[in-house]
């Protein structure tokens, strides 16, 4: 149970800066971006047939996230120049990515067992059973903090506007397409960059790794807006890191359950998400009646208004 | 400043709801011109606002700004001359964003964005001395979402985001149409006090007849995609709403009670 909730917390760690990635296209952008789908494999891709022909697991690592740059500007691209739907788009690219990592692994499965990956590395310097999960939450808040400056630069605010009111930004001479082709470049690249170091933690990078990962983005997000609250930027970023991890371990934990296998994982994801997304709203509506009840009650009591 | 020439724009083109939106309109303001445009529904006023703003590129004709031929150039790219204030309070600012942030936006109108931070102390000074001149009380809000803001206030603050960066062209599309009159008061208010102190060079589309009388130099009336009426300074001071409407039944044949109650 203990390392079955460690291992679940330190993937948790590694999939938040995908679900940050989501939420610079969720949230920030307010593109539901299926792209995401498509660009984690393409990180795990890139990463692993860069090990696996000897370059340095670091160098690997970076270049998928500029690889998933590409794909996230691509589909920018598509919506803002060729005029197409946004959760089109996304779909497209998705779809188009499938084949194209397929190209880049050469074969469905690439191992990493016997590489050098980034974890072995981090092993190999710090020996301690908790180096991988310390290193990769250093460098998913760094990750967190960089998002937080960002978004308060000019172009971050302008980027921030884009999602809000698109009109608006325009008349005050943003140009709106090229800020969502790198809002969705950006979001992407940390999806593909989480995909890669995915890729290694697990010792395998598979072409349909990717299945449902918009959804388990969404999942933190949500769960994360629910638990922590996103009243600031700060804050809103941290509630995703958070949720990521939360989500790992109330999978993990559902997965105890005797009669649910691991391919029942993405009805978990669902079911986690529909309910995230269902629970404030039923909370709110209790307390709603529970405060008109009280309101009707001390009106009873003072003998109401009255009657016009 | 701003020369428009024989523009003309048709929608629908080639279908039986084709409709001319401007028939070969002709507009000339000098540097702090401030005309009132008013005319009833479907005249063509929002499309001429477009027409400047770029959101539409006319058919035929020029648009020209500050001496630069603007008639097909991207909407961002000309807002670096011209400021908007919309109908829609909802519509000149971002809401989930700061009093602030959202200053901070309309600061860059002018300039390239870059990396670094929108917000300064240095700029927060800067935006709350713009603020105090709204007498709103803003500037002790920097810190407050926009959303959180009563339409008055966002209409306020959209026309000091929209004013402050000096803009070549201030375009007003019904600014203070969606507000009770207490706070339209306030912004015509506002506007002409701002107008005035930065002599800025405005077109101002409005429904009420008496604020175009209050308001401005010029004023032009448009009907079905021309401008069918127009009134110099001298003349301007000289009209009452009542003349106004006599001049539109005058121009129109007499065509009856529902102008008059579109109009007034």
């Given at each position: 149970?203990m390392?079955?909730m ?8 590694i ?7 989501v ?6 952008l307010?593109?539901p ?8 494999v393409t990180g795990?891709?890139?990463?692993s047939?860069m090990i696996?022909a000897g370059?340095?697991p670091?160098i ?7 690889a ?7 589909t920018g691209?598509?919506h803002?120049?060729g005029?197409?739907n946004?959760?089109?788009s ?6 188009a990515?499938?084949?194209?990592n397929l190209r ?21 310097w710090f ?8 290193f990769m939450l250093v460098?998913?808040?760094?990750i967190k903090?960089?998002?937080?400056l ?15 009111n698109?009109g608006?930004?325009?008349s ?5 397409g090229?800020?969502k082709?790198?809002g969705?470049g950006?979001?992407n690249?940390?999806?593909a960059f989480?995909?890669a170091?995915i890729?290694?933690y697990n010792?395998f ?7 449902g990962?918009?959804?388990i983005g969404?999942a933190?997000?949500?769960i994360?807006?629910?638990?922590i609250?996103d009243?600031k930027?700060?804050r ?6 958070v949720?990521a991890?939360l ?16 391919g029942d994982?993405?009805?978990?994801t669902?079911?986690?998400v ?9 909370l709110d509506?209790?307390k709603?009646a529970a405060r008109k009840k009280?309101?009707l009650a001390?009106l009873n009591?003072?003998?109401?208004g009255p009657?016009? | 400043m701003?020369?428009m020439?024989?523009?003309f724009?048709?929608?629908?083109e ?7 939106a401007?028939n070969?309109v002709?507009?000339s303001?000098?540097?702090g011109?401030?005309?009132t445009v008013?005319g ?7 499309t ?7 959101k539409l590129?006319?058919d035929m004709g020029t648009v ?12 961002h790219?000309r807002?670096v001359?011209?400021g ?5 309070p909802m519509?000149g600012?971002a809401?989930?964003m ?6 901070a936006?309309?600061y860059?109108?002018?300039?390239k964005r870059?990396?670094s931070f929108g917000?300064?102390k240095k700029?927060?000074d800067f ?8 007498h709103l009380?803003?500037e002790?809000?920097?810190q407050a979402?926009?959303g ?9 603050l959209?026309?000091?985001?929209a ?6 062209i201030l375009l ?8 009770d ?6 912004i ?6 701002i107008?005035?102190k930065?002599g800025?060079t ?6 009420n007849?008496?604020?175009?009388l209050?308001?401005g ?5 448009m009907d079905?995609?021309?401008i069918i009426?127009s009134?110099?300074?001298?003349e301007?001071a ?8 006599a ?7 007499g065509?009856g009670l529902?102008?008059r109650?579109?109009l007034?």
């Amino acid at each position: 149970m203990m390392t079955a909730m460690f291992g679940a917390v330190e993937s948790g760690v590694i999939y938040a800066i995908m679900a940050l990635g989501v939420y610079v296209s969720f949230r920030v952008l307010d593109f539901p971006d299926l792209t995401v789908d498509g660009s984690f494999v393409t990180g795990g891709a890139v990463a692993s047939i860069m090990i696996t022909a000897g370059y340095d697991p670091f160098i690997s690592t970076i270049a998928a996230l500029f690889a998933g740059f590409l794909a996230g500007c691509m589909t920018g691209i598509l919506h803002t120049k060729g005029g197409i739907n946004p959760l089109l788009s996304g779909i497209l690219m998705m779809i188009a990515l499938y084949s194209i990592n397929l190209r880049i692994m050469g074969k469905p499965n690439v191992p990493l067992l016997a590489e050098e990956t980034v974890m072995t590395k981090i092993e190999s310097w710090f020996t301690s059973a908790w180096s991988v999960l310390l290193f990769m939450l250093v460098l998913t808040l760094i990750i967190k903090l960089i998002i937080d400056l960002f978004l308060k630069t000019e172009i971050g605010l302008s980027l921030r506007a884009v999602g809000d009111n698109e009109g608006m930004v325009r008349s005050f001479s943003a140009n709106t397409g090229w800020m969502k082709v790198l809002g969705l470049g950006l979001s992407n690249a940390l999806v593909a960059f989480s995909g890669a170091l995915i890729a290694q933690y697990n010792g395998f990078s598979d072409v349909g790794m990717g299945i449902g990962m918009i959804v388990i983005g969404l999942a933190s997000v949500i769960i994360g807006e629910a638990v922590i609250g996103d009243s600031k930027i700060a804050r809103a970023t941290l509630a995703v890191v958070v949720g990521a991890i939360l989500y790992r371990i109330i999978v993990t934990l559902a997965l105890r359950i005797e009669f649910l296998d691991t391919g029942d994982m993405k009805l978990i994801t669902a079911i986690i998400v529909i309910i995230a997304l269902i629970m404030p709203k039923v909370l709110d509506k209790q307390k709603e009646a529970a405060r008109k009840k009280k309101r009707l009650a001390q009106l009873n009591a003072d003998g109401g208004g009255p009657v016009a | 400043m701003l020369e428009m020439n024989q523009i003309f724009k048709v929608f629908y083109e080639g279908t039986p709801d084709e409709k001319i939106a401007l028939n070969k309109v002709n507009l000339s303001m000098k540097q702090g011109d401030f005309v009132t445009v008013i005319g009833s529904n479907g005249a063509g006023k929002s499309t001429l606002m477009n027409v400047i703003s770029g959101k539409l590129v006319p058919d035929m004709g020029t648009v020209m700004i500050d001496g630069v031929n603007m008639t097909s150039l991207a909407e961002h790219k000309r807002a670096v001359k011209i400021g908007r204030v919309f109908q829609d309070p909802m519509a000149g600012t971002a809401p989930t964003m700061t009093i602030e942030e959202n200053l901070a936006l309309a600061y860059n109108r002018t300039k390239k964005r870059t990396l670094s931070f929108g917000v300064t102390k240095k700029r927060r000074d800067f935006y709350r001395e713009k603020l105090e001149m709204l007498h709103l009380g803003l500037e002790d809000r920097l810190q407050a979402k926009v959303g959180l803001l009563s339409g008055g206030e966002r209409q306020a603050l959209s026309l000091l985001m929209a004013t402050f960066t000096d803009p070549k062209i201030l375009l007003l599309d019904e600014h203070t149409a969606a507000l009770d009159p207490s706070r339209a008061e306030l912004i015509t208010n506002l506007t002409k006090e701002i107008v005035a102190k930065l002599g800025l060079t405005t077109l101002m589309v409005t429904h009420n007849m008496q604020q175009a009388l209050d308001l401005g130099n010029r004023l032009i009336m448009m009907d079905k995609g021309q401008i069918i009426f127009s009134a110099n300074e001298e003349e301007k001071a000289d009209l009452t709403v009542e003349k106004l409407l006599a001049e539109f039944q005058k121009i129109k044949g007499g065509a009856g009670l529902s102008d008059r109650s579109l109009l007034s």
